[in-house]
């Protein structure tokens, strides 16, 4: 392959994982020179759907909502987790629609939902 897309590990959670797997292989310095940076996740998977990259480190979510090839799942243990939260601010602690929108989150039907599109859940 010529190319490999990942997003910008400086500005994008998902790069910076992309940079940890390929370290915990072996095989950074090897692959540095086909690196391709997008400037978010979905900016590199753009570049691996419309063929300008063969490959790409995206994020599952993308790949089951638009299967463009084959796909390996990364172990969890070759990066640090991406960790992605919901706060209620204080501004927004008198708003009864957004009290009940994290608390949507914390129940089993939006648990099914994070999981049906390959987000783990920190229980």
């Known amino acids: 392959f010529q190319q490999i897309a990942i997003a910008n590990p400086e500005t994008a959670p998902y790069g910076t994982a992309a940079v940890e797997t390929m370290q ?49 799942i990364v172990p969890q243990e070759l990066y640090r987790p991406i960790r992605q939260d919901a706060v209620l601010l204080k501004a927004g602690e008198a708003n009864a629609a ?19 599109y390959g987000f783990a859940l920190d229980r």
């Open 24 to 72: 915990s292989l072996g095989v950074y310095e090897a692959l540095q020179p086909k690196i391709v940076q997008g400037q978010s996740i979905a900016q590199a998977f753009q570049f691996v759907e419309s063929g300008n990259a063969e490959l790409g480190f995206v994020a599952l979510g993308q790949v089951l909502r638009k299967p463009v090839g084959s796909y390996w």
């Open 98 to 116: 957004a009290a009940a929108f994290l608390e949507f989150l914390r129940g089993g039907e939006a648990a099914a939902i994070i999981e049906q």
